[in-house]
């Protein structure tokens, strides 16, 4: 395959799962902000743009954090990355089906409205249901060949980077709160974990159950050290039997890290 179209489809991937990544971090800390007991201060929402990819972001309320995670160009925002998924799609339309390409066109015009401005939730819905069918159509109606596996490597190394960075910048920032289960709950909520969290885990919310479910699980599809075999497995199948390319290399001593640990020596 050519370098250009391997790179737009591992794109195309990426940015959709950042696109879904950042419209359920923020309806999470939405959320979040309004189930505290206490008024979350601007401190809350500096942080919160830390975790969505703006260090440095001066915005310290509420209003201005979702305009700029949704809207934003001078940093990962909801409506760039859906704009850099397109431009991607675009760019190899005739490798997806049509059906797929379709959707992430309909989505970006979506977008591109302001829709979300009388009410957030619905919109934030509709982003990552939208991206949710993609990914079913990925699966169900693309062939199984280097196309679909580099989509998945772009898709899969996002994810193993959002994960992590989640767990470990929630790990430092509640280190002296280590009993806040509400926060905890937040972070399980932001990789849609929540429920298999509680389906595995007795005792309630704790830190070190977190940091265990979200990186070293591997069975959850959200978690860091399943994400990772998924973008080896990728490059594994790019490879071939005979090959072993230095991405190949690098993605198996990543996937290594979350193997060898354990949650007590993240925390």
């Known amino acids: 395959m050519l370098s250009r179209a391997a790179t737009s489809l591992t794109l195309l991937g990426r940015h959709l799962e950042r696109a879904d990544h950042l419209a359920r971090i923020l309806g999470v800390h939405v959320s979040l902000s309004l189930d505290r007991t206490d008024e979350p201060g601007p401190e809350f929402w500096t942080r919160f743009m830390e975790l969505a ?11 201005q954090a979702i305009e700029v995670v949704i809207t934003g160009t001078m940093g990962p925002s909801v409506r760039a990355s859906v704009d850099a998924a397109r431009l991607a799609a675009q760019a190899v339309r005739p490798s997806l089906p049509s059906e ?3 959707q992430v066109n309909a989505l970006h015009w979506r977008v591109q409205k302001a829709t979300w401005q009388p009410d957030l939730y619905p919109f934030l819905t ?10 079913g159509l990925l699966m169900d109606t693309m062939q199984h060949d280097e196309a679909r596996d580099f989509v998945r490597l772009g898709k899969f190394l996002e994810r193993t980077a959002n994960v992590t960075a989640i767990v470990t910048r929630k790990s430092a920032e509640l280190a002296d709160a280590p009993e806040d289960a509400l926060e905890w709950s ?8 929540f ?14 159950s977190v940091i265990e479910c979200l990186l070293l699980d591997q069975t959850l599809p959200r978690s860091a050290r399943f994400s990772a075999q998924v973008a080896l497995d990728s490059v594994s199948r790019i490879d071939g039997p005979s090959r ?5 290399r690098l993605l198996s001593k990543l996937h290594g890290m979350f193997v060898e640990t354990t949650a007590a020596a993240v925390a």
Do not use: H, M, N
């Not at 509709?126 to 990914?135: A, G, H, M, P, Y």
């Not at 429920?195 to 070190?208: A, F, I, K, L, N």
């Open 100 to 102: 797929l390409y379709e």
């Open 126 to 135: 509709d982003v990552q249901l939208t991206i949710r069918l993609v990914d």
């Open 195 to 208: 429920e298999s969290y509680q389906s595995r885990y007795s005792g309630g919310v704790t830190p070190d």
């Open 244 to 248: 072993r390319s230095k991405p190949r």
């Open 186 to 193: 937040a972070v399980l909520k932001s990789c849609f974990a």
């Open 53 to 63: 990819g703006w260090p440095g972001s001066d915005t310290t309320q509420r209003d």
